[in-house]
């Protein structure tokens, strides 16, 4: 299981990404918004395949040209190290389409 990250610490490691917004204090949010409603499909498309080889999943929701990723770790029954990691990830995999 993955650790948690301390309480006292998941603000600060919140705000050193880019535009992930802390929720409930458990899950953290990013809104990604695209051109072209196919380009923010293969964008999910790309997530979805890295997520799948990791074992972790975002929840995902599409709204027209606007992907919204949200993360927990419900093992930890919270954040952990791996949620920030894919966090990330998925902003490097979001620059490519910029």
Excluded at 27 to 43: A, M, N, P
Excluded at 57 to 63: L, R
Aim: hydrophobic fraction near 35%; charge should be negative; proline fraction near 2%.
């Amino acid at each position: 299981m993955e650790e948690r990250i301390p309480e006292q610490e998941i603000q600060s490691r919140v705000n050193e990404l880019n535009g992930w917004k802390l929720e409930e204090e458990k899950f953290i949010v990013k809104r990604y918004r695209f051109k072209e409603f196919l380009t923010g499909i293969e964008f999910v498309n790309k997530i979805a395949a890295y997520s799948e080889d990791i074992q972790h999943h975002p929840f995902i929701s599409i709204d027209y040209k606007m992907v919204t990723l949200k993360l927990t770790s419900w093992n930890a029954k919270g954040l952990t190290y791996l949620d920030l990691k894919c966090a990330g990830h998925y902003d490097e995999v979001y620059e490519r389409y910029k």
